[in-house]
């Protein structure tokens, strides 16, 4: 289980499932429980994630190779069709991704940001909010710069 201060507890109001490419439970806030499952698996359960689109975040894999990326956008216009709107991803490359497919984007962990730089060089790319890297501290997470949210 994520830290409750990380970025999809902070969700917890909007969304009820994140939907990354591990299937694994990832937060329990007391308000509402986020399942993680592959991007193939709401695909898959079509008309369940059709009545709860607005509460899905889609989660790219953290890997994305040149030769995924026909097949990864293409499952990023079905879910769009779904009415799917918001996607995470811990890969610069998925950031573009998500952008073309007009997602609204949530940075991951794998981003690893630990500086202000790094902060104003993502919220440029239209990230929404995005989790810092945990190897920051509680003092150097407070001291970074930038109005992204985190």
């Known amino acids: 289980m994520k830290d409750p201060n990380s970025y999809y507890a902070e969700s917890a109001r909007e969304f009820d499932f994140v939907i990354n490419a591990y299937g694994e439970q990832e937060v329990d806030t007391g308000i509402r429980v986020y399942d993680e499952l592959e991007i193939d698996e709401i695909l898959k359960n079509e008309a369940e994630a059709t009545k709860i689109n607005r509460r899905i975040i889609?989660?790219?894999?953290?890997?994305?190779?040149p030769d995924d990326e026909v097949k990864i956008?293409?499952?990023l216009g079905?879910?769009?069709a779904m009415g799917i709107t918001h996607g995470s991803t811990g890969n610069v490359?998925?950031?573009r991704l998500l952008r073309e497919a007009d997602f609204t984007i949530h940075g991951a962990h794998g981003l690893n940001i630990t500086n202000t730089n790094a902060l104003d060089f993502y919220k440029s790319q239209g990230l929404r909010d995005t989790v810092i890297s945990?190897?920051?501290?509680?003092?150097?997470?407070k001291s970074l710069g930038n109005d992204l949210p985190r």
């Open 73 to 75: 956008q293409e499952k």
């Open 93 to 95: 490359g998925g950031i």
């Open 134 to 141: 945990f190897e920051l501290s509680e003092k150097n997470i």
């Open 58 to 65: 889609a989660e790219l894999p953290e890997l994305i190779y």
């Open 78 to 80: 079905l879910l769009r």
